[in-house]
C-alpha cells in the first residue's frame, strides 16, 4: 500500500488543480467609489482628473501646478503680480478671516480665484456679503445617500452663449444662495428651480468666482453627455493669456485635519485649557508616583534578634557562688577542675586521662595558650587531689587562671 501513496497523492493534487482551473467563477460586481474625493490625481467618479488636465488646452501659455500651502504664502503664485489665476474646488471652503482677506488682497493685484464649494465658512460669507441655502446638504457626508438623484446646473447667457442644462444622475452635492449684493455680485449660473448657484465679484482690477456645485467638476459629472461644455465654458471666465494657473487643494487637506482633530475628542478640548491640562498632569503624576509606592514588598517588620546568653556558664557561677558561700571550696575546685577537663575533652578532643606533660603540650598547641599557663593549672588539679583543704587564696588563684585560660581560647 505504501509505495502506491505517492501516485494517490500526485492524483489528488492534479484534480485540485483541474477544480480551480476549470471551475465556473463568479463575476464580481463592479461598485462605484462613491468617495467625494475633489483631488486632481484621482481617477475615481468623484475625484477631478478630467478638469485638471483639461487645463492644458484651455491655458496653452500657462504654467499648470498644485498648490497645498495656505493664501499668501504660495510657491507658485506671487501676491505683487498680476495675470494669475488660483482654481479652489472642495467639498467645504473653510477659509478664516486672515485667509480669506490674503485672496481678496491677491485678487485686487489684477488676478483671478474661482472657488467652487458646498459649504463657505461664516468668515467667508461675511467679508463677501452673501448667504448660502444649505438644505441640500443635509446628510451631506453618508455614502448611502442621492443614490437615485440627479444634479441639474446651467449657465446665464449672456455672458455665456450656450444656454443649456447640464444633468448627470449622480450625488446632488450642491447648494444655493439666499441672498446676495447685487452691487458687488453678478448671478452667472442657477441650479434647480432657478435659484443662483455661481456668482461673479469684483474686487481691486481682479475677479473672484464663487461656485456652490463642486460636482460639476468630477470626472462623472465631465465624461456624462455634453457636460465637458459646462467646465469650457466656466473656464472661459479666466483670460486665456494668464501666465500662471494653480489648482489648490490645502483645503481638501484643511479639511482632513479638522476631520482628524475632531475624532481627537475629549482629550484635545480637555488639553486646550491651561489650567485642565495641568490638572490632568498633575493627577496622572500622582497616581504614577502612588503605583510606585504601592509596589514596594510588603511585609511584617522584622524582629530584634538578641545574641543568645551562655546559660550554662551563668549556670556554673550560680552553682560556683552556692559552694563559696558553704565555705567548700574543694568541692568547688573539684566542680571547676571536672568542669574544665570535660570542655578540654568536648572541644578539643583531648583525653585528660593522663595529665603530663604531653597533654600540656598538645592543649598547647590546639589552644595557643602560654605552656606555663596551661601547666600552672594542671600542677593545680594534681596538688588539689591530695590535699585536705583548700583556702580562699588557693581558690581565688584557681579561678583567675581557668578564666584567663577561657578567654584566650
Not at 497523492?9 to 477544480?19: D, E, I, K, S
Not at 551562655?310 to 575546685?333: A, C
Amino acid at each position: 500500500m505504501k509505495k502506491f501513496l505517492p501516485h494517490i497523492f500526485v492524483l489528488l493534487v492534479l484534480a485540485a488543480a483541474a477544480l480551480l482551473v476549470f471551475a465556473p467563477r463568479e463575476e464580481r460586481k463592479r461598485v462605484l467609489d462613491e468617495r467625494l474625493s475633489l483631488r486632481s490625481r484621482d481617477k475615481i467618479p468623484y475625484g477631478t482628473y478630467v478638469a485638471f488636465e483639461g487645463l492644458t488646452n484651455l491655458f496653452p501659455h500657462a504654467s499648470i501646478s498644485t498648490n497645498r500651502k495656505e493664501p499668501g504664502l504660495w510657491d507658485s503664485l506671487s501676491k505683487l503680480e498680476s495675470s494669475q489665476a488660483l482654481i479652489i474646488i472642495t467639498p467645504q471652503m473653510l477659509a478664516d478671516e486672515y485667509e480669506m482677506r490674503s485672496l481678496i488682497d491677491f485678487v485686487s493685484m489684477g488676478n483671478d480665484v474661482f472657488i467652487s464649494s458646498g459649504y463657505i465658512s461664516p468668515e467667508a460669507l461675511k467679508l463677501l456679503k452673501c448667504s448660502i441655502n444649505y438644505l441640500n446638504l443635509f446628510g451631506i457626508f453618508s455614502p448611502h445617500q442621492f443614490k437615485s438623484d440627479t444634479l441639474s446646473v446651467s449657465l446665464s447667457n449672456p455672458p455665456f452663449t450656450r444656454s443649456y442644462t447640464y444633468t448627470f444622475p449622480g450625488k446632488r452635492f450642491a447648494t444655493f444662495f439666499n441672498d446676495i449684493d447685487t452691487s458687488i455680485a453678478t448671478a452667472l449660473g442657477t441650479g434647480e428651480l432657478g435659484a443662483a448657484n455661481f456668482i461673479h465679484l469684483r474686487a481691486g482690477t481682479g475677479n473672484m468666482y464663487l461656485h456652490l456645485a463642486p460636482i460639476a467638476f468630477t470626472n462623472y459629472f465631465l465624461l456624462k453627455n455634453r457636460n465637458y461644455e459646462y467646465f469650457e465654458d466656466v473656464m472661459s471666465l479666466i483670460p486665456s493669456d494668464k501666465k500662471r494657473i494653480v489648482w489648490d487643494e490645502y483645503y481638501l487637506l484643511k479639511r482632513t485635519a479638522d476631520r482628524q482633530d475632531e475624532k481627537k475628542g475629549w482629550l484635545k478640548a480637555f488639553l486646550q485649557h491651561e489650567s485642565l491640562k495641568w490638572a490632568l498632569i498633575t493627577a496622572l503624576l500622582t497616581l504614577l508616583l502612588y503605583t510606585l509606592i504601592e509596589m514596594r514588598r510588603k511585609q511584617r517588620p522584622i524582629p530584634v534578634i538578641t545574641k543568645p546568653r551562655n546559660d550554662s556558664m551563668d549556670f556554673v557561677r550560680t552553682i560556683g557562688r552556692l559552694y563559696y558561700d558553704k565555705g567548700d571550696h574543694r568541692n568547688l575546685t573539684k566542680k571547676m577542675s571536672a568542669y574544665f577537663l570535660e570542655h578540654i575533652r568536648n572541644r578539643y578532643k583531648i583525653p585528660t586521662t593522663y595529665l603530663n606533660e604531653d597533654f600540656v603540650e598538645t592543649l598547647h598547641f590546639k589552644t595557643g595558650v602560654p605552656v606555663q599557663e596551661i601547666r600552672n593549672i594542671v600542677e593545680f588539679i594534681q596538688a588539689m587531689e591530695n590535699a585536705d583543704k583548700i583556702t580562699d587564696r588557693q581558690l581565688a588563684y584557681f579561678h583567675k587562671q581557668l578564666e584567663s585560660f577561657y578567654s584566650k581560647t
